[in-house]
């Protein structure tokens, strides 16, 4: 990379040191936001800026024109890195593998202009492309990185790049129905935990689209279904199935996950489940359960709650 100025000799080594932990504290935001968009999970996005701020350490900065840019690289590349080891890991999962949902009420944007490519729902479907066609897709879509850029970032050429992103918005616009708005969503989730904990079938049956799928994630720590449930007559026996079980001394809290409603369910001050909805015109087509424990520490209820 092009050279900048080196600041004054006499500079102590602690003092850079500090220039470099600002400049790292400065764009993290960002940083996580891409890392955890292309990963799904906050515990390994974690892990890749860590990685980032070892390398960054240990760099010689002064040869650093642009240190945000760098950084981004680093990022995007070690995240791409671990998001093909993953995938075999992911596959071998116990029962459906979701996104680790991450806590939007103190941060909305994780760091991004926008708020692309953070929905559970949509990292599910980012998870069937490559790395490199999900890492293309988030640079573009949620942090409007120009063509030429991601380039660089992925070593591939600006016309692969182009196909890279062009086929990730062909996958996700196909699998994907136009979305609620907001307001709506919150209220098709709300609908559908009253009805889950009263048993309610017939309201289930109403609330759920035809072709409604169940996802449960309790990676085979706590009990929960090791299959999708498919169809909205199965969806709503599977949920009324369990309504006395399930939710005994459930506590139902309203918080934003990725950026949507959910509902934090907490038993006896311990966090049980986050439970989100996708939902288009049909209804809600997508509700998900995440109740492995090891990704639910972003939920923690806090103490003495």
């Not at 890749?48 to 680093?74: H, M």
């Amino acid at each position: 990379m092009p050279t900048e100025e080196r600041g004054p000799a006499a500079d102590a080594p602690g003092t850079d040191l500090e220039r470099a932990e600002e400049v790292f504290r400065g764009v993290r935001g960002r940083l996580f936001g891409i890392a955890y968009r292309i990963l799904g999970s906050a515990a390994e996005a974690e892990d890749v800026l860590q990685e980032a701020w070892i390398r960054w350490q240990t760099y010689d900065r002064a040869a650093v024109r642009e240190p945000g840019a760098f950084l981004a690289t680093t990022v995007t590349r070690l995240a791409i890195n671990v998001a093909g080891s993953a995938r075999a890991r992911h596959e071998s999962y116990a029962g459906p593998w979701l996104p680790e949902p991450v806590d939007t009420s103190a941060d909305p944007a994780l760091g991004a202009e926008r708020g692309a490519a953070l929905e559970v729902a949509v990292l599910m479907l980012l998870e069937r492309l490559t790395p490199t066609e999900r890492a293309a897709y988030v640079l573009r879509e949620a942090f409007d990185y120009p063509y030429d850029r991601i380039s660089e970032i992925i070593g591939q050429s600006a016309a692969n790049t182009r196909q890279l992103v062009s086929r990730a918005r062909r996958h996700v616009s196909r699998e994907r129905r136009a979305g609620v708005g907001e307001a709506e969503q919150r209220r098709l989730l709300t609908a559908f935990v009253d009805a889950a904990r009263g048993g309610d079938l017939s309201a289930l049956e109403e609330l759920l689209a035809h072709d409604a799928v169940s996802y449960s994630d309790g990676g085979g720590v706590v009990r929960a279904s090791r299959f999708p449930v498919v169809g909205r007559a199965r969806v709503a026996r599977y949920v009324r199935a369990f309504a006395d079980r399930f939710w005994a001394g459930v506590e139902v809290e309203q918080v934003r996950a990725n950026g949507a409603a959910a509902v934090r369910l907490t038993r006896e001050g311990g966090v049980v489940a986050v439970v989100t909805v996708a939902a288009s015109a049909e209804g809600v087509d997508r509700v998900l359960w995440m109740m492995n424990p090891a990704k639910l520490g972003g939920f923690a209820a806090a103490p003495g709650a």
